[in-house]
C-alpha cells in the first residue's frame, strides 16, 4: 500500500518554473514506478513524466520534454516534477501516481494516487 500527497502547485506568470512534490509513505515505495498526470477542465487526463524505481530511466510527453524534469529521492519517499518555461497550455490539476508495472504512459497501469495539486499559469 502507498499513500501519496502531492503539493507545490500554485499561480505562476508564463515562462516561469514551478516544482510539484509528491510525499509518498509506505515501505514499497521504491519498488514502484512513478508519474505525473495532468488533467485540465474539460479534458481528459494525459501522461506527462514518469520514473522507473531505481531512477534510472525517465520518459515524457513530448509537450514538456526539454521543459520538465522528474526525479526521485527513496531515502526521502519523494518525487518531484520541475517545470520550466510554463505556458497557459500547461494549467491543469496535477497527480502524482505510483505504479507495480505496465505501461509508464497509460494511467491504467497506476495503482495508487495523489489528490492532486492545481497548477495556474496567467499569460
Known amino acids: 500500500q502507498v499513500q501519496l500527497v502531492d503539493s507545490g502547485g500554485g499561480l505562476v506568470q508564463a515562462g516561469g518554473s514551478l516544482r510539484l512534490s509528491c510525499a509518498a509513505s509506505g515501505r514499497a515505495f521504491s519498488s514502484h514506478s512513478m508519474g505525473w498526470f495532468r488533467q485540465a477542465p474539460g479534458k481528459e487526463r494525459e501522461f506527462v513524466a514518469a520514473i522507473s524505481w531505481s531512477g534510472a530511466r525517465t520518459y515524457y510527453a513530448d509537450s514538456v520534454k526539454g521543459r520538465f524534469t522528474i526525479s526521485r529521492d527513496n531515502a526521502k519517499n519523494k518525487v518531484y516534477l520541475q517545470m520550466n518555461s510554463l505556458n497557459p497550455e500547461d494549467a491543469a490539476v496535477y497527480y502524482c501516481?505510483?505504479?507495480?508495472?505496465?505501461?509508464?504512459?497509460?494511467?491504467?497501469?497506476?495503482?495508487?494516487w495523489g489528490q492532486g495539486t492545481q497548477v495556474t499559469v496567467s499569460s
Open positions: 501516481a505510483a505504479s507495480r508495472g505496465g505501461t509508464y504512459y497509460d494511467s491504467l497501469s497506476y495503482d495508487y
